[in-house]
């Protein structure tokens, strides 16, 4: 059995005040890694996760090039297939939003279309809209769990701040959202 802490959009300056939530750490406490789906916007929140586990992340819009991460990335967990993105862009530029994922459906459809063709991924994650959801969805005959974590220091036009862990044992998937 893994656990996977799964975060989004820290949006944190190498000097600033604002810093991950205590709480993100709490949640976080025995993970055996964490996924971060883009816009860290720093060594400094890279560096602050790593403090828990490691850290395996995408860059996001707004990620310096220095980061050196990659736009998207698989990752695999016993027997679960991992797609993670940040959701900002599709295949094409700008896919065409899909109508389901309320806050979420242009992020949704970037991150789809990014994986759409490989049929072993079992759970897709991506942020950027800064709006937290969790939602199986139907694809090519099979269930795949969308999770846009959040974002645990900005929420935009969002209501709630979030973050999420990913129970993976064997082929099975149980998700948490937690959302503040």
Wanted: aromatic share 8%; charged share 20%.
């Amino acid at each position: 059995m893994q656990k996977i802490g799964v975060i989004s959009d820290t949006h944190l300056s190498e000097t600033g005040r604002r810093s991950i939530p205590g709480r993100v750490f709490e949640y976080f406490r025995d993970v055996d890694y964490i996924l971060h789906a883009g816009d860290f916007t720093s060594r400094r929140a890279f560096n602050d996760l790593a403090a828990i586990a490691p850290v395996i992340g995408v860059r996001g819009n707004n990620d310096p090039a220095h980061l050196e991460l990659p736009r998207s990335r698989r990752f695999a967990a016993e027997d679960v297939i991992i797609g993670l993105c940040h959701g900002d862009r599709g295949q094409t530029r700008h896919e065409k939003p899909l109508g389901q994922f309320p806050g979420n459906n242009s992020t949704a459809a970037n991150a789809l279309s990014l994986f759409e063709f490989e049929d072993d991924v079992n759970c897709l994650i991506f942020g950027h809209s800064h709006n937290p959801m969790l939602m199986w969805h139907r694809i090519e005959g099979r269930e795949v769990l969308l999770l846009n974590p959040g974002s645990p220091t900005d929420k935009r036009f969002g209501p709630n701040f979030g973050c999420a862990m990913l129970t993976i044992n064997g082929s099975s998937i149980e998700p948490q959202l937690w959302t503040w």
